[in-house]
T-cell receptor, first 114, second 112 residues
Framework: EAGVTQFPSHSVIEKGQTVTLRCDPI?????LYWYRRVMGKEIKFLLH????????ESGMPNNRFLAERTGGTYSTLKVQPAELEDSGVYFC????????????FGSGTRLTVV | GDSVTQMEGPVTLSEEAFLTINCTYT??????LFWYVQYPGEGLQLLLK?????DKGSNKGFEATYRKETTSFHLEKGSVQVSDSAVYFC???????????FGAGTTVTVRA
């Protein structure tokens, strides 16, 4: 099966601009997660979708971040306006409903805000 | 809250050397423990896991034992290869909570 696809793989934007990251999960994986690794530190949970519904968004850092999963397929994570501290690698993962720990991660999007 | 502390890197080894990466955790419940690996240019991959005390997870020559008494889940491999060069992440998930809490990652470089 195809893996979890994220794009772009890299993005460099100026402070104050808007960036949208996309994640295409594996077909049939209802669970979709976003994580972020900032400055070589630990990877932190951002939020969890079950189909199109936000199950847990306790890790979203502030209201500059907006995640959507219309139709329960792909998901987007928009940062508006971007700040320097948003730089990092954003990972998406998906899993089947029956295998919540059976994550498949994407390769990540490296975001650099300058 | 839940947290994971793992050995800071980077770690550089010669081929066939013994590798240990220490990982300790703090959790309110009874967590499941994981080691993930990220090879260059790839996504995170599950390396091994353990779901209860004294369980040993193993894969690709790597092993880790769930030690509840010391709240640890150290990763070991007896003889590393160049292909083991990667970033290794220790992680946990509390019972009934599907999100993962990760450590900071340890970069391992194996030289021929």
């Amino acid at each position: 099966e195809a893996g979890v696809t994220q794009f772009p793989s890299h993005s460099v934007i100026e402070k104050g601009q808007t960036v949208t990251l996309r994640c295409d999960p594996i077909s049939g994986h209802d669970n979709l997660y976003w994580y972020r690794r900032v400055m070589g530190k630990e990877i932190k949970f951002l939020l969890h979708f079950v189909k199109e519904s936000k199950q847990d968004e306790s890790g979203m850092p502030n209201n500059r971040f907006l995640a959507e999963r219309t139709g329960g397929t792909y998901s987007t994570l928009k940062v508006q306006p971007a700040e320097l501290e948003d730089s990092g690698v954003y990972f998406c993962a998906s899993s089947r409903p029956s295998q919540p720990y059976g994550y498949t991660f994407g390769s990540g999007t490296r975001l650099t805000v300058v | 809250g839940d947290s994971v502390t793992q050995m800071e890197g980077p770690v550089t080894l010669s081929e066939e050397a013994f590798l240990t990466i220490n990982c300790t955790y703090t959790a309110t419940g009874y967590p499941s423990l994981f080691w993930y690996v990220q090879y260059p240019g790839e996504g995170l991959q599950l390396l091994l896991k353990a779901t209860k005390a004294d369980d040993k997870g193993s894969n690709k020559g790597f092993e880790a034992t769930y030690r509840k008494e010391t709240t640890s889940f150290h990763l070991e491999k007896g003889s590393v290869q160049v292909s083991d060069s990667a970033v290794y992440f220790c992680a946990l998930s509390d019972l009934g909570d599907y999100k993962l809490s990760f450590g900071a990652g340890t970069t391992v470089t194996v030289r021929a």
